[in-house]
């Protein structure tokens, strides 16, 4: 029998021949792979378009699924159209791949106006249809608004929400940094009858590792397992990389034992994670290792992993061992990327080894890669430590004549090589440029600036521009407090230095180490050892040492022995007292 679907006046028929054909090959390409996969879907569509009578929607319906399942969204949402002006009626099914596509697109207003035509149509809404509306938020960062949308539906009884479902809000409340309330909406559900999965699970517990929690983390680690919810590669992975943050390497390779005695593979993923975790702590040997486990494994190193092995060995100053790793890795026809060479870059220009990474980054434009931020800032840097301002500068027109606009970094870089290669006077001119952009705003630069102007014997013009800052209103951190306090003093102006360091405490700004160290030693310079040896106990008591240059200044001002000293008896408490950092002082060595 014949089944007919009635569309307004149009009739459809669901009946075709050829069915079993059209059949296999749909499922020979949602089994597929390969480049070629979706012009081979788009090849069968228009042929079942020309077919007379056409297959069934629902035929249709599979096909546009694998388009979709390949990204191609745009090309799926035309393919919807042909089928429409074609007469082949929409069922719920096909709205909603319409409406994921939109939402995929950041078109979430197209989604919801397909809502409205449904509703309008007298079709019932399936619970797909909202799922894929409240993803379609998140993706656009709408989450609070998903939010609502959920609330509204249980609160109306539209639907029952699934785990799929719940599990889109809870994604969304910890992109966002709400990860208590994804945990309430987890135990919402623990006490519901749609119970959580290990999706929903690991990712409140990749949001508490993200939020440094990782203890929380482990907890609910512990209680989901307890309730048979059996953990996967990626909540293993999560909780590893939450340790690894911490510096629980060791931790974390345990718990890798144990997933493994579990049955779970880790993935290349989880092996990145500890790669790089033991790269970061300067322990590449230990990286190494970790590598030569995963290969055992069967997984391969991706470039991810000869990355972090190459940023490691830069990190450490090996540059020689991180060109081997990048010979090693071109030896596994694995193409470097851009952060592949950004690390080697850095590493040559922290070498001084110029030319290196000028060949360097000259090979990475040969190779059509786009030199980024990170690779222009690391090349100023180079330069200017190198004694090259003349091609620092040319570089930087050349990153501005490219399209790249700099980041505050970056003009960071360059005010401080310019200052430290005699250029102050050019440094302030090219700040001023900036005109009315955000980056005037920038306390960071000021600092810079402040610093250059003084070393530079412009001890006016880094107070003229602590005058600016303050009158645009930004707030001094400790560092500019510090440069200024360093500029009354060199000017001979302690009186003053002491005014401010006493004034950034009623701003709520605290002084440090080098607050306590500049105003001490100055003190001590003028031997006013009275006022000294209440600033050392007052550093002292907070858990902040004398460094070097102090001591020197201390230890020779300390009269012969037999003669009382409270100076004497600080440093003899110097010996007692316990660092911040909880090292002990030793005064007979540099601190």
Known sequence: MNCTTRIGLRCYSTASPSTSHFNQRILHLKNGSGPTKVNDALQLFDEMLQRQPPPSIFQFTQLISVIVKEKQYSTALIRLKQMKLMGIPANIYTINISINCHCRLNQVAYGFALLATILKQGHPPSLATYTTLIHGLVLADRVFEAVELFKKLLREKVCEPDQVMYGSIING??????????????????????????????????????????????????????????????????????????????EAAKLLIDMEGKGISPSVVTFNILVDSFCKKGSVKDAELAVQA??????????????ALIDG??????????????????????????????????GYCKKKRINKA???????????????????????????????PAAAKELFNEMQAKGHTPTVWTYGILFHGMCKNSQTTDALALFRSLGSNELMKDIGLYNILINGCNKSGKPNLALDLYDELLSRGLKPNVRTYNAVIRVYCEEGLLVKGKELLRKMEESGCLPDSFTYNIIVRELLKKNECGEAEIFLEEMINRGFMPDHATFENLLVRIPNVGKDSRLRTIVLKLTSVERKDGGIPNITSPC
């Open 313 to 346: 060995y830069c990190l450490r100053g090996e540059i020689d061992e991180a060109e081997k790793v990048l010979n090693g890795m071109m030896e596994q026809e694995i193409v470097p990327d851009i952060i592949t060479y950004n690390s080697l870059i850095n």
């Open 173 to 250: 409340l910890c992109k966002v940094g709400h990860t208590s309330k994804a945990l309430e909406l987890l135990r919402f559900m623990e006490s519901g009858s749609c119970k959580p999965g290990v999706a929903q699970y690991s990712a409140v517990i990749d949001s508490l590792c993200k939020d440094r929690m990782v203890d929380h983390a482990l907890e609910l680690f512990t209680k989901m397992t307890e309730k048979g919810v059996l953990a996967n590669v990626i909540t293993y992975s999560s909780l590893i990389h939450g340790l690894c943050n911490f510096g629980q390497e060791t």
């Open 294 to 307: 995963m290969v055992r494994r069967g997984l391969n190193p991706d470039v991810i992993t000869y990355n």
């Open 358 to 388: 000028m060949g360097l980054f000259q090979e990475i434009q040969d190779k059509g890669l786009i030199p980024d931020d990170f690779t222009y800032s690391s090349m100023l840097q180079g330069l200017y430590d190198s004694g090259n």
